[in-house]
């Protein structure tokens, strides 16, 4: 499947709003874009299928219905190999750039040696990105133009629904390669829940999301992998009414992961997610008041 190639993004971003939120919920899909400029394709030593792969193809698709349960979802069209906005704003490899990074650069962290910092090196199979070192100023023109505008916004919805609802529940969707998830039992994980090991949301959250879709037959384990990433660590602030899920699904329960499509169960896990959510939320406003969220 061929990625879109445009000369620039109009726009890098879209928020699908419901007709009015009645629900203090913001779903947010930040690796699933799809839109690729063309001077990255050509200054990229791989080809478009090799880039794909570090795309969490379709998950926006999967949770579309949440608009109609009241939510807004917030996607980004760009792709994660071109800019990641898990990541901290500035988490670059000095080696991939010619010219000084700002001193603040954190060029030390784990996903940073990875190859997968703010501008990855590498895509997700283990690949070189680039043919040559980029300039700095283009890895600083990716962090002002896309990734400030993008978090900004996001912050926006998350206070919005905060002042309207009392909280705010961020849930960051994604998805993960098949190769990488199994239980200690070695059975394979379809659904992985990261909440920071108990520190970005209420515990009553993180168990109304699990026991919805376990009851849908899916197994799902918590933090392990994946305990999510930058994303749900700065939005998760329980003391302060503000809680941060990250959502990881296996792509192989909705997808062949060698051609990137869909495959004829990517209708019924998109309503089972629809259906759970709508379980969860109902769950949290017959059980939880604003008081109770805010204090767990």
């Not at 063309?38 to 949440?66: H, I, T, W």
């Not at 400030?148 to 529940?169: C, E, I, M, N, S």
């Amino acid at each position: 499947m061929r990625p879109t190639i445009v000369d620039e993004f109009d726009p890098p971003f879209t928020i699908t709003e419901p007709s009015a939120q009645t629900i203090p919920f913001v779903f947010n899909v930040p690796h699933a874009g799809a839109v690729y400029p063309a001077s990255f394709l050509a200054a990229s030593r791989l080809d478009a299928v090799a880039l794909r792969r570090s795309e969490d193809a379709f998950v926006d698709e999967l949770f579309g219905s949440v608009t109609e349960l009241g939510a807004p979802l917030m996607t980004a069209r760009f792709p994660r190999a071109y800019l990641d906005l898990n990541r901290e704003p500035y988490e670059l490899d000095s080696r991939m750039f010619d010219g000084r990074l700002p001193p603040f650069t954190n060029t030390r962290s784990m996903r940073v040696a990875g190859g997968l910092g703010t501008i990855p090196r590498i895509v997700a199979d283990g690949q070189e990105i680039y043919r040559s070192r980029l300039h700095v100023e283009e890895a600083l023109h990716r962090i002002e133009w896309l990734y400030k505008p993008y978090h900004r916004t996001l912050r926006q919805l998350v206070r919005r629904t905060a002042q309207h609802f009392g909280h705010a529940v961020l849930i960051d969707c994604h998805s993960m390669p098949s190769s990488s998830v199994s239980r200690e039992d070695g059975a394979r994980a379809d659904i992985v829940l990261g909440d920071r090991y108990g520190t970005s949301c209420a515990t009553l959250l993180i168990d109304l999301v699990e026991a919805a879709l376990r009851g849908r037959g899916y197994t799902v384990i918590r933090n392990k992998p994946y305990a999510g990433g930058f994303i749900t660590e700065h939005y998760g602030e329980p003391a302060l009414g503000r809680h941060a899920l990250q959502i990881e699904i296996n792509r192989a329960l909705y997808m062949d992961e060698r051609n990137m499509q869909q495959k004829p169960g990517f209708a019924i896990l998109r309503e089972d997610l629809t259906q759970a959510f709508t379980q969860v939320i109902s769950d949290i406003e017959g059980e939880l008041t604003i008081r109770s969220i805010a204090a767990e």
